[in-house]
């Protein structure tokens, strides 16, 4: 599904929300060809910004290794940092794996957020 809304930028000051997907899932878990889950949060505002995890391009980010914690390391935690210095606020929504990855985060980064 291709909407032209989904790739304009959120108005400057914008909550950002990260959506995590479940392991070997993509954006498209949380959309389906009747409805987005991603369309609408932006429709609500929200700078909505979605996270592939390291399984599903494993050849060409090397040899890692497949424990929660690596997820945690090298996939989410370098994006929340990320957008955390650019939103002013910051939510986290995991289906699946992706849940199971958020609530793993260290409290250093976990309590740095808005919602969860």
Do not use: W
Not at 23 to 50: C, D, K
Not at 76 to 93: A, D, F, K, S, T
């Amino acid at each position: 599904m291709h909407d032209d809304n989904l790739s304009r930028p959120a108005a400057e000051g914008a909550p950002g929300l990260l959506l995590c997907p479940g392991f070997i899932q993509n954006r498209f878990a949380f959309e389906v060809p009747s409805h987005s889950l991603v369309r609408y949060l932006r429709e609500l505002g929200f700078a909505v910004h979605v996270i592939e995890l390291h399984g599903r391009h494993r050849k060409q980010l090397g040899r890692r290794g497949d424990a929660l914690v690596d997820y945690v390391e090298h996939d989410l935690q370098p994006v929340i940092e990320n957008l955390l210095e650019r939103h002013p606020r910051v939510g986290y929504l995991g289906h699946s794996m992706g849940g199971l990855i958020g609530v793993a985060l260290p409290t250093e980064v976990s309590s740095r957020l808005s919602a969860m």
